[in-house]
């Protein structure tokens, strides 16, 4: 098989759909909504319907549906929960949809729709990720959702993590200069993640919220070797 | 004096004029547009207008002004050098009023007029650009010009480079994640420059061009104490 061509895009704002009919999209936003995704699957959710805008997603929950749906970190306060992973407990989310509305994932997701496959990436379950990407014939595109258009430095080191494994296997090349960067990013991070992440942005937003408890769960590897995908315009529980 | 804040844009496609307003922003297009400029006004130039738009370039040549301008590194036909630094000889440049098209630089100055100050910056006149932020009462904006909206390596290590500079002023704090990239990537890239710069995109499609020969130079720091600023849309030799 050709090597296959690894990109990285920082933000909504630089994303361009022409440029990815063909390619398997990453959706990137491990603070927290691809944490959390990642997470009620793991925990049995059956599907996940992202909605971009609050009254979409008030609709749906006077429609009976369960509803996760937070801004700038708050719940919503029609909603059941909002986006840490903690909310998506086997107890709540086991056989459930969920409607999932998000400050900056689910724009990302409908951004994304015009590629061949869009699927959600974290470091929960970066393993199985990682496996499965290294055997498809496709340019991938990891795609930080950042924070409200800004590049932020937590989806890229995420990135650089992905990036890593997937260039070991030797399946990939890169001219990418955000790919590169993020590489050198997570080279400096990885020894010390936890540490390395008390300086980013989002890390003081959730402190100043009291919404920082799961950060060290979020930086978890291979907590699910679920594969969340899109299909028409759903989030099913696994690609396979 | 307070601690002013210092920001870093990795794109023309995530800046936010309104935000500006009252921002000196230092643009930074080290290959080559912003060191062509500093090379010019440290080799006496006069003044440099910038164009977006080649057929304003062409129409500046009909009135018998001296041109600069290039798309994609190649010069246009009509005009009378392109954007290497090595064109902007004192012999061509002493004295002369220049108007001056590039691929991604002019399109970035037009961006941020509506900031309070908008410089240029590279590594030839970081000395002098830093030594005299430090002395200003206000909020830095390091704006990379990318390359076509992307974010390019080479613009984030200089702009890495500045910020570590004003960061050891102890005038300056920063809470942008942007900013700490720049920050970490220049502590990988510093102790070999010209090596880093190989695996950047832009040095390839330089070597490809035949248009690598001045890269040695944009990395040089000091050559001019020179800020060159947009005064009335026209690029002057200096701030002071």
Redo the contacts between chains.
Sequence with gaps: MRKRDLETC??P??YRPDENRESIVVIIDILRASSAICTAFANGALKIIPVGEVVEALEYKKRGFLVAAERDGYVLDFADFGNSPFNFTREKVEGQTIVYSTTNGTGIINLSKSAFMTIIGSFLNIGALTEWLAGQDRKVMLFCAG?K?????ED?ICAGAIAEKLMATNCYTT????T??AL??W??AKEDLRGYIE????R?RLRDKGLDDCIDFCLTADFTDKIPVIKNGILVDNIL
């Design positions: 920082f933000s704002a630089l924070w258009n800004r590049f932020n430095i890229t001219i990418c200069d955000s590169l960067a050198d990013l080279s400096l300086k980013v942005a989002q003081s």
